[in-house]
């Protein structure tokens, strides 16, 4: 493509609406363009990163066993009326009439549409597994979107459907999913774990989220490098360690001052202690009742995790006039003297340990000398946010904790919609049963996004080469007529052998196209300057090279039979090779 | 792919609810399935359809210079009232409110938004042409959705939008558009006309509509064969030829009795005389205006011609109270002794014709002997509707009249666009003028419905090669080990050679087999049964015979190096070729 013609405004500002590295560069780059607020129009350089990605998602779910469909944005509000979403899915589910008054929805999901074809049209086991996927437009109408694609309305979304006639082949679906997301992203050149997550509003049984690495993720992940298991820190499992032996005080439990002090950080400074010296109590709505969670002063409560141990359907902070009647004054809580009715509800961190301090339930008092198995009926599980250092509950090596963005996620749904919406199957026993689901999403744009997130520098992006827009950002330093006719030459030899070539022939400064060059960050830029001209040389820089280290190559050797050959054979493909596949052609050539 | 395992649900029985072809054997095939009115879901096999379809499209836009973008689907109001549409364009504007209350739209066309995005971004000449294009889903609230795919509430198209400095820039974009589009329908595999067209609610100075040939189209198209030229018959040119002469009656009109006889038909029944020797008289509101249009019985006024020849913004017929008022009683009107304010518009087939019959603008009366140039102020221009024979305008040879599908318009928009939203470049001298503009769409989806109606037969789909879902249907006829072994064989080595193939391989009886197959409609059918197995031949029918003739072919041949270096050598391009490749293919086997 000539750079002349190419649509491509890029801009050197920062631009004052985008707070994220990604949306900056997606806006800088000429990759997007805003409509309205969480609503865009991708330009072309963007529409070749979002046609590698997709492209790239298509054939692993193709070689997964699933078959691309294409379902509508536009959905009758009936479907949604017999899977009780319509009502439940909040305000992001736009809801319109059509001219007949007739009520719609712009699809945020569509578990509703699939089952009812699904449902429609297969009565047999004998028809299943089956995994029907589409690439297409969805809307959620955000309160408050922002980070560009990072939270739009409108987006561009990857979303699989699997109906199986029993648990097990669903199980085995579920798997080769995961193994199908693991070969899009690493083939998109990512860094990223398939961490355990929360079902959300999607719902169902399991779920596994896909994250990029980021610093700037927004997600929190413990991850084992020993065993490789990762997960939200919400929900990672950490291994009960024994408490370090504690000095047993033996003292009773009693009343000191703490006029005024209620935050962990305020009491510990107050007494003059860590904070691992004092429990923190928090109280949880949990379906109706009134349940205390407890963890060390260091720690935070899981509100997923103690939705998971006490097998709740709804867990939330529970509301100040119900502690003040049931437990004591907010910011005096604590387990001693506590009603049995209310369970009390121990994390590990806390299990022997004594000499504790605690909420005495009073204002402005606290108990030192707690001993929680002496002197409350707590139990203990593991409800605390996962902390680095944390023994893997898998293998007890300490966690890493890791930034992430989500790009993916992949529910067990179990029946869920299969059961609402009547969608059975005879299995080969004969009996009529609710088909077994699955869902499957990847944020196509996000990708994009989170790409950019994880690869860049102060000067740009650098995109992995299998979603990158061109392979190759070849740059005509200067305006000399010899010169211009030479890079041409470059420019038609690199199309002959395959490449992928953004080719600035702009009648532009040096300094305007290098800055470009660099914005943009396509994984190999070939300058041809006047210097090259002279010495029959071009200048070779892979934009992943953190140094921008430059590289001369002899002219002719892009001309030869050689990198030819190269690229016949290679088909480019190291390419599509994450990680060292650029600066193996850079040395190739 | 094993038919055992797609999501293809055929039905032997004729949809209820599908009035025509294309729409019974696209949900037969099972290539879609409705949703809601007028709202589809495609399938597998539509989806692959459609695949193929934008793949062309996309291939040519580009090599027209075209360069791809993506717009959204959901557009703000404000940009709809910049251009003044949100108010005018009517009920098929699917409008609606979002959570914080601001309106939005979705986008049924999308001249709003790209105008928007390239005034922003567009200073200069240097930076046009510019053409930007998409495939995109679009919504337009039909009241009446019907013919499946035809008149689809959702669906899909690609549109265009082209910028330039002046006019005859643009000139050479449309002509490069037109151009494009003659390949895209060839390279589909249709027979086509490109028609002169009324612009309607989209604008603009000039349209060519194309037209695929089938005998269901709900479109006239005047076609002249001599000369290629085209148009929809209400603006087919027509030549002026001297009406045949005619004895001059020599006599003054006089009146006559016809009581009761309103129309064409009762009064030449009536009196007993041709069509052809009364005045057809309309009373049209031009711009507010009565106009009295005039043609020879046999013949239909053209409302668009009418428009044309007196540069009118607005033509419809006239309220019958203001025809009372200005002229006479509706069912008597004629051209003798209108008032002159008001104006006569009469057709050329009427020139130099007298003894004519013609309302008299007075209840139950007509006038005998009546000549136009003597008895009225009639003007002579071109303004009905082409016939069959009629000369064509451009070398005066006779029509044909085809029926056509409209499955893509190019527009020469002028700056309807970019003077309401102010979209300016500076052009060469320095001066800022208004951008002309052209928009050109394509329905991805009718163009699919369109080849049906044109290709098939009373057993099923006849694909053109190059959209077909699949080149070969496979068909093993029989469960017997060794037969399903051969028929794998045969799969497996037309896969190896790059044929996109649909292996029959369910447990199933013949007929319902050959059933599908002949639905379906893939360009080759192989079949493999039991006399094949001991024969060691298999059996070829390429689906567009008429006859279904078959042909035997030596087993081995499919296995042999010669078709393998044939496919590699052709890259199985022939079925790229429309018309003939199919059965060359055949033949080569």
Redesign the interface.
């Known amino acids: 493509m000539l750079m002349s ?3 491509l ?1 890029t801009m050197r500002e920062i631009p004052a609406d985008a707070n994220v590295i990604s949306h900056q560069l997606m806006l800088r780059a000429g990759l997007i ?1 805003k ?2 607020s969480g ?6 350089l963007g ?1 070749r990163v ?1 046609k590698k990605i997709t492209a790239i998602i298509e054939q692993e779910m193709n070689r997964a ?1 699933g ?10 509000a009936e ?1 949604w009326q017999e899977s009780g979403r319509f009502l439940e899915y909040g ?1 992001e589910l ?1 809801r ?1 009439k ?2 007949k008054d007739t009520w ?1 929805c ?1 699809g945020p999901t569509h578990e509703e ?1 699939v089952t ?2 699904v449902r ?2 297969v009565k047999s086991y004998k ?1 299943l597994p ?1 995994t ?1 996927y589409q690439i ?2 969805k ?1 959620r ?1 955000e ?1 408050r979107p922002r980070f560009g694609l990072m939270r739009g ?2 987006f561009i979304m990857k979303d699989a459907y699997s109906f199986c006639a029993d648990k097990k082949s669903q199980d085995e679906t579920y798997q080769s999913m995961w193994d199908a997301y693991h070969r899009i992203f690493e083939r998109c050149g990512l860094q990223f774990r398939a961490v355990r997550a929360a079902t959300g509003s999607i719902g169902g049984d399991m779920s596994h989220e896909f994250q990029v690495l980021a610093q700037s993720g927004e997600d929190a992940i413990a991850a084992c490098d020993h065993c490789g298991y990762a997960a939200n820190v919400e929900l990672a499992e950490v291994r009960v360690k024994p408490a370090l032996a504690m000095a047993q005080s033996g003292l009773p439990y009693e009343e000191i001052k703490t006029p005024n002090q209620k935050s962990i950080a305020e009491v510990a400074s107050f007494l003059g202690i860590g904070e691992d010296r004092l429990i923190k109590a928090l109280v949880f709505d949990v379906d109706g009742r009134l349940v205390l969670a407890l963890v060390r002063g260091d720690y935070e409560v899981s509100e997923a995790k103690l939705k998971s141990v006490l097998s709740a359907d709804a867990v939330s902070p529970a509301d100040d006039k119900l502690i003040v009647e049931g437990i004591g004054p907010v910011g005096f809580i604590g387990p001693v003297g506590v009603n049995r009715d209310i369970r009390i509800v121990a994390d590990f961190s806390l299990h022997g340990l004594n000499d504790m301090v605690a909420g005495a339930n009073k204002k402005d008092i606290h108990y030192a000398h707690v001993d929680l198995g002496r002197d409350s009926h707590a139990e203990f599980f593991d409800i605390r946010k996962a902390h680095a250092l944390d023994p893997c509950g898998q293998c007890g090596e300490a966690f890493t904790i890791l930034r992430g963005i989500e790009v993916g996620h992949i529910f067990y749904l179990g029946t869920k919609y299969s059961k609402a919406m009547a969608a059975t199957v005879q299995n080969e026993h004969g009996e009529v049963v609710d088909m077994e689901m699955g869902c499957y999403g990847i944020g196509v744009g996000r990708t994009a996004a989170a790409a950019i997130e994880q690869n860049h520098d102060d000067k740009g992006i650098i995109w992995p080469a299998s979603i990158a827009p061109y392979h190759i950002h070849l740059v005509q330093l200067g305006a000399d007529k010899e010169l211009a006719t030479a890079a041409l030459a470059i420019y038609d030899e690199l199309l002959a052998n395959g490449f992928e070539v953004l080719f600035d022939d702009r009648d532009e400064r040096a300094g305007v196209k290098l800055n470009d060059a660099d914005l943009i960050g396509c994984p190999l830029r070939i300058s041809v300057g006047s210097r090259g001209l002279k010495n029959r040389e071009f200048e070779v820089l892979p934009s992943e090279s953190k140094h921008r280290a430059r590289s001369w190559f002899p002219w002719t050797m892009i001309m030869s039979q050689r990198l030819r050959s190269y690229c016949n054979n290679n088909g480019f493909l190291v390419f599509s090779d994450c990680g060292h596949g650029r600066q193996y052609v850079a040395q190739s050539i």
Not at 39 to 44: D, E, H, N, R, V
Not at 67 to 76: F, G, N, S, T, Y
Request: net charge negative.
């Open positions: 013609k190419l649509f405004p363009r409509v309205a609503i865009y129009t991708f330009l072309p529409l979002v066993g078959q691309e469909i294409l379902m509508p944005v536009v959905q009758p479907l305000p736009l319109f059509d001219r719609f712009l549409v009812a074809l429609d049209h028809s089956l029907l297409q437009t809307f109408d309160i309305r409108e």
